[in-house]
């Protein structure tokens, strides 16, 4: 916020409060895992993807984190998308059957 529009003093205000946080948002996936293998507009590079899952943005970030310990790969998070480095689909798939969580393989 510019210095120009921040409320320095005034007397017809009364208390003035800070906006609360907003509550942490859930996943905007619907429940089922789709796993795929994608190449475009990576360099040719395989990457496994991971995305659908309904969950919030710390447990997505541990899920990554274990799915890439589990595969001995590198990956990141983007957008709720969990990318892994390389083609892991039947590793990833057993990963999070074993968690609970439903999966299915995506794509061709």
Do not use: N
């Not at 590079?45 to 310990?69: N, S």
């Not at 983007?78 to 990318?83: A, K, L, N, P, R």
Request: glycine residues 14%; aromatic residues 0%.
């Amino acid at each position: 916020m510019s210095d120009e529009r921040r409320l320095v003093y005034s007397t017809d205000r009364g208390r003035i409060r800070t906006p609360a946080a907003p509550p942490p948002a859930a996943g905007k996936g619907d429940g089922v895992a789709r796993v795929r293998r994608e190449t475009s507009g990576r360099g040719g590079k395989t990457v496994t993807t991971i995305a659908g899952l309904a969950l919030p943005d710390t447990e997505l970030r541990a899920l990554a984190k274990r799915l890439k310990q589990q595969c001995a790969t590198g990956g990141s998070l983007h957008d709720g998308v969990i990318e892994l480095q390389g083609d892991h689909r039947d590793a990833v798939l057993a990963a999070l059957d074993r968690l609970g969580h439903k999966a299915k393989r995506a794509g061709g």
